[in-house]
């Protein structure tokens, strides 16, 4: 899924399912779709699959922040 038709099918608060691609310090990156978010906080193992909620939307910058549904 491309960036805009990711925006256009979602918005906050929705819940989705993704994988875990990266686990950083500050959080774990989640891939739902070819789309990459950045759920803070979060330290889950690389290539488990977690339901994350939308918490924020930035589509200038092509990014997402991501929680724990």
């Known amino acids: 899924m491309s960036w805009q038709n990711f925006i256009a099918r979602h918005q906050v608060g929705d819940v989705v399912d993704g994988v875990v691609t990266a686990r950083m310090p500050f959080g ?7 789309v990459t978010g950045l759920a803070h906080q979060q ?3 690389v290539g488990a699959r ?6 924020a939307i930035d589509p200038e910058n092509q ?5 724990a549904a």
Do not use: T
């Open 50 to 55: 977690v339901s994350v909620k939308i918490l």
């Open 63 to 67: 990014r997402f922040s991501l929680a």
């Open 43 to 45: 330290s889950w193992p």
């Open 28 to 34: 774990s990156f989640v891939e739902y779709d070819g």
